[in-house]
Each structure stands twice: as structure tokens, then as C-alpha cells.
């Protein structure tokens, strides 16, 4: 085989696409071994009030693979040749997890709260719009959250500065906001229809979406609050 074959090897549409699901399939079955304690626990909760605050122990885990997953299929690469998705994948789970941590805690801890009012919101006697307010909450929460994820998992930013450019891409990017509540929404009848295994067996494909979807946001942080390597002095 000549070099010139070597070359054009793994550099073709076909070759790409099977990059691409290659990559998906070694993400998939490294976030599945990094979460299934938790979801195992999820699944075999029943769909009870009670059960709140313990189906948010059971997603911690979640987050940091979630935040794996983003870095490994961002930094994917086109050709078949030079495929990395593993190491990519523990490289990302260990530089991001202390960051992830700081923000999808306090995220899932005010989700417990909304979820365990509106499960037991018939016994407290308030108005019904109450209701509404509180789905409400719930989803800008949750579409914060996933900028501040994407963010965190492919920068270097304090907690706090995640926090702002989450907030400010949520309420002034209306095309990303309303593509991840897209993703919501259709996160959240996988989960009535299949139960909690068939969302994370799609974690992937979801994973895949957000990154498409946020393109813009990364296009923009990149640009406007990140700075290239300082070149080196010029040799004497």
C-alpha cells in the first residue's frame, strides 16, 4: 500500500460518518458505566412524591459524564484513522468535574425543591397559575443548565462567570434557547414513554444535539472571551 493511499484513507464521507457513529457508540457505553449506579437506582424508584429527593441523589453522577460526553464529541475527529473517543472522553471527566460539580449541584438541589412542590402541590392549598410558575421555573433552570454544561465542559472559566454567559446566552440568544428547550421537551417524553433507561441510552445523540445546537454560543465565547496562545519571544 503506497502513501498516497495511506493519505485518502479515512477521509471520505463513508469514512466520516463511521467516524462520527464509531465515536457515538464509545461515548454512549463509557457515560452508561460512568452512571449506571445512579441510574439503576432511578429506574427502580417508584414515580412517587417521595421519591423526589432520592431520584436527585440518583442523578448526581449524571453531570460529570454528561460533561465528558461534550468535550470527547467536540473534540471528535473526522478521520477513521485517528480516532480517540476514549481517551478524550476520561480526559474530559477529569478536568471538568470540579466545575461541573459547582454548578449542577446547586441546579439539582433547586430542581429537587421545584419537583418536590409540585408533586405534593395539591396539598398545599395555593392557586393553581402556581402550578404553571413553577414548570416555568423549572424549564429556565434547566436551559441554564445546559448552557452552564456546555460552557463548563469546553472552557476555563470561575463558577461565576459560568453562571453570567449561561444567564446572558438563556435571554439573549433566542434560537439556541428555544433549540435546547426543543431538546427538553423531547428529553422529557422519552422519559414518560421509555422510563429513564431509554433517555440515557440516547445520551449520546442528545449529547450531539446540544453541541449542533450551541454551536453559535461556542462560536461566540470562543471569539469574545477567550485569548489565543501568546506566541513566543523572537529568538536572539
Request: aromatic content about 8%; proline content about 7%.
Amino acid at each position: 500500500m503506497t502513501e498516497t493511499t495511506i493519505g485518502r484513507f479515512g477521509e471520505g464521507p463513508l469514512s466520516r460518518a463511521s467516524a462520527l457513529i464509531y465515536t457515538l457508540l464509545v461515548v454512549e457505553i463509557l457515560f452508561l458505566a460512568t452512571t449506571v449506579p445512579g441510574l439503576a437506582g432511578l429506574v427502580l424508584l417508584a414515580r412517587d412524591a417521595a421519591n423526589v429527593p432520592l431520584a436527585a441523589l440518583c442523578l448526581l453522577p449524571v453531570a460529570p459524564a454528561l460533561s465528558a460526553a461534550l468535550y470527547a464529541v467536540h473534540r471528535r475527529r473526522l478521520d477513521l484513522t485517528d480516532l480517540h473517543p476514549a481517551r478524550a472522553f476520561w480526559r474530559g471527566y477529569r478536568m471538568n468535574l470540579r466545575g461541573v460539580v459547582k454548578i449542577w449541584i446547586p441546579l439539582l438541589a433547586w430542581l429537587t425543591v421545584l419537583g418536590a412542590t409540585l408533586a405534593n402541590f395539591a396539598a398545599a392549598g395555593v392557586p393553581g397559575w402556581w402550578a404553571a410558575l413553577l414548570v416555568l421555573l423549572a424549564l429556565v433552570a434547566t436551559l441554564w443548565g445546559a448552557n452552564a454544561l456546555v460552557i463548563t465542559s469546553l472552557f476555563e472559566f470561575r463558577a461565576r462567570d459560568v453562571g453570567r454567559l449561561a444567564a446572558y446566552f438563556l435571554f439573549c440568544s433566542l434560537r439556541i434557547t428555544l433549540g435546547n428547550a426543543c431538546l427538553v421537551i423531547v428529553a422529557a417524553g422519552v422519559t414518560l414513554v421509555v422510563t429513564e433507561a431509554g433517555l440515557a441510552l440516547l445520551a449520546s445523540v442528545f449529547v450531539s444535539a446540544l453541541l449542533l445546537n450551541s454551536r453559535p454560543m461556542i462560536a461566540e465565547v470562543t471569539e469574545r472571551f477567550t485569548r489565543p496562545p501568546t506566541p513566543p519571544p523572537p529568538s536572539p
